[in-house]
């Protein structure tokens, strides 16, 4: 089992930045490629961008590409998302996930282990 904890959501105007954090404890973090994924109420989960377990491979999503940076630091046991150039569609709830196994995971349904999700809210 892998908990996942996110922090780092808040309420920014339009071209501010935020970095989420998603903490991860129980088994080995590093075996594991992690998601960021957000969320509006009655939307489907939208993938946001997804990382590999040595942090090697990246992949954003269309309209975060260029805006948002993701990493991680496997000695923390933590991945981050690092959010700037921030619009008012980004508002939603972000999500972190993992899966067991290195590679990049894109597909929202292989993911086993979510957190609870934190708030971005975005005015303009």
């Known amino acids: 089992q892998v908990q996942l904890v996110e922090s780092g959501g808040g309420l920014v105007q339009a071209g501010d930045s935020l970095r989420l954090s998603c903490a991860a404890s129980g088994r080995t973090f590093v075996n594991y490629a992690v998601g960021w994924f957000r969320q509006l109420p009655g939307k489907e989960r939208e993938f946001v961008s997804a990382?590999?377990?040595?942090?090697?491979?990246?992949f954003y999503g269309d309209s975060v590409k260029g805006r948002f940076n993701i990493s991680r630091d496997n000695d923390k046991n933590t991945v981050y998302l690092q959010m700037s150039s921030l619009k008012p569609e980004d508002t939603a709830v972000y999500y972190c996930a993992a899966v067991l196994g290195g590679s990049l995971k894109l597909n929202v349904a292989v993911y086993d282990y979510w957190g609870q999700g934190t708030q971005v809210t975005v005015s303009s």
């Open positions: 990382i590999s377990w040595s942090g090697t491979n990246t």
